[in-house]
């Protein structure tokens, strides 16, 4: 069982950033779970933004988030980061973290993580 809690969203005008953090407990240490970010805007399914392998370090982003989000780990806070740079409004969504033991082959589909936050709002004004 991995808990896991969302921070740091906002309202926020386009070109601006914001960066939310995933903070996880709960999983035995023998298995360092991978974090992932995903969002759903209004009327649209979840999709996966950015994920993060915690063994080889290998990240990978939706295509209408690369060079603008960044995701990063801090393994001494047990907290997962998503950089959001020249956010549009298109960004706006809750955005929620997810957790998964184990790796996989598809790491941004949501089918993949049992381990979900309660999401934190980002909305993005023009």
């Not at 991995?2 to 950033?17: H, N, Y």
């Not at 973290?97 to 184990?102: E, T």
Request: net charge positive; with cysteine.
């Amino acid at each position: 069982q991995v808990q896991l809690v969302e921070s740091g969203g906002g309202s926020v005008q386009a070109g601006a950033s914001l960066r939310l953090s995933c903070s996880y407990s709960g999983y035995t240490h023998t298995y360092t779970p991978r974090i992932s970010w995903f969002r759903q805007a209004p009327g649209k399914g979840r999709e996966g933004v950015a994920t993060l392998s915690p063994h080889s370090g290998y990240t990978d982003y939706a295509d209408s988030v690369v060079g603008r989000f960044t995701i990063s780990r801090d393994n001494s806070r047990n907290t997962v980061y998503l950089q959001m740079n020249s956010l549009k409004p298109e960004d706006t969504a809750m955005y929620y973290c997810a957790a998964r033991i184990g790796e996989t082959a598809t790491p941004l589909w949501v089918n993949q993580y049992p381990y979900w936050g309660q999401g934190t709002q980002v909305t993005v004004s023009s």
